[in-house]
């Protein structure tokens, strides 16, 4: 029986978006939120991101109303209500928005490399995985 249990919690620490995909890569941005307030961008894709402004299909993108400064040692509740949200994205048209989940921030390095843990639930599936998401700068200004 414990066997069991321990194969359900293995699948269930993968990144599944479909079959054989998993979300493995992802990058880091800075954003502007809807009070045109900063916000962190970390996108999570299963092919390298290149760029989290226009990362690989598919892809979520989580967006964290905090700047990069203030993410280590965080964590939040991820939905509609909240002050993170994603979405999971199929040919740059928003497939899903999140119902709920949480994203951690264990750690931002000083080059702003964001480390953390998160766990989304769309209608369609759950991702739940670990990222390290470089940083990129974005010369977006916000207000």
């Known amino acids: 029986m414990r066997l069991g249990f321990a194969i359900l919690l293995l699948g269930a620490a993968t990144a ?3 079959p054989g995909e998993a979300l ?5 941005t800075n954003g502007c939120g809807p009070a045109d307030g900063p916000t962190t961008v970390i996108v999570l894709a299963s ?3 290149q760029s989290p402004t226009a990362p ?3 892809f979520v993108r989580l967006t964290i109303e905090e700047p990069v400064s203030a993410l280590a040692g965080r964590s939040w509740n991820v939905g509609p209500q909240s002050n993170a949200y994603a ?3 199929v040919g740059r048209t928003v497939a899903q928005q999140a119902s709920s989940g949480r994203v ?3 750690s931002v390095d000083s080059s702003n490399t964001v480390e953390g843990t998160v766990e989304l639930r769309f209608p369609s599936q759950t991702i739940l995985t670990h990222f390290t998401a470089a940083w990129s700068e974005s010369f977006i200004l916000c207000g």
Not at 24 to 28: E, L, N, Q
Request: hydrophobic share 40%; net charge negative.
């Open 16 to 18: 599944c978006v479909g």
């Open 87 to 89: 979405a999971y994205f």
């Open 47 to 49: 092919e390298p991101v």
């Open 24 to 28: 493995t890569h992802a990058a880091a």
């Open 104 to 106: 951690s921030i264990s």
């Open 56 to 58: 690989p299909d598919p």
